[in-house]
């Protein structure tokens, strides 16, 4: 994600959202920086150990051990051109929170061709020890 893309979606929402609203808008931004960097690390430091996530096309939820697997391998088909996304709501109540936004991202894959893929997420974080990781997305 190029930098002005990040910089102008947190501009956005650090107008109007609380302040922890904006901590948890910083590690959904961050994540999505690591993904298209293919930086894996954010799945052993962002996410909970009880994951669970069920993808668009994926036949049934899956699990930490999951993502890692098939992380690593759509990354080395495919690499991230541009990506931009934009929030929709972030909920939080006590240490859970609930986040909704769209996104765009433009990627080409190892035989060259180029795609721009749009959708939407509805994330779950839970706050331990001081950090917010992702619990659960769809």
């Given at each position: 994600?190029?930098?002005?893309?990040?910089?102008?979606?947190?501009?956005?929402?650090?107008?109007?959202?609380s302040?922890?609203?904006q901590?948890?808008?910083?590690?959904?931004?961050?994540?999505?920086?690591?993904?298209?960097?293919?930086?894996?690390?954010?799945?052993?430091?962002?996410?909970?150990?009880?994951?669970?996530?069920?993808?668009?096309?994926?036949?049934?939820?899956?699990?930490?051990?999951?993502?890692?697997?098939?992380?690593?391998?759509?990354?080395?088909?495919?690499?991230?051109?541009?990506?931009?996304?934009?929030?929709?709501?972030?909920?939080?109540?006590?240490?859970?929170?609930?986040?909704?936004?769209?996104?765009?991202?433009?990627?080409?894959?190892?035989?060259?061709?180029?795609?721009?893929?749009?959708?939407?997420?509805?994330?779950?974080?839970?706050?331990?020890?001081?950090?917010?990781?992702?619990?659960?997305?769809?």
């Amino acid at each position: 994600m190029s930098l002005a893309l990040c910089l102008a979606t947190g501009a956005a929402t650090a107008q109007t959202w609380s302040a922890e609203q904006q901590e948890v808008w910083k590690v959904e931004s961050q994540q999505w920086k690591m993904a298209a960097a293919k930086d894996f690390s954010w799945m052993d430091t962002m996410v909970h150990a009880n994951l669970r996530y069920w993808e668009t096309g994926d036949p049934m939820p899956r699990d930490k051990a999951s993502l890692k697997q098939w992380s690593r391998i759509n990354a080395e088909n495919s690499t991230v051109l541009e990506q931009e996304i934009f929030p929709i709501s972030a909920t939080i109540t006590g240490n859970i929170a609930v986040v909704q936004y769209n996104y765009i991202v433009a990627r080409e894959n190892y035989k060259k061709e180029r795609e721009t893929v749009t959708g939407q997420y509805t994330d779950v974080l839970v706050k331990e020890n001081g950090r917010w990781l992702f619990l659960a997305w769809a």
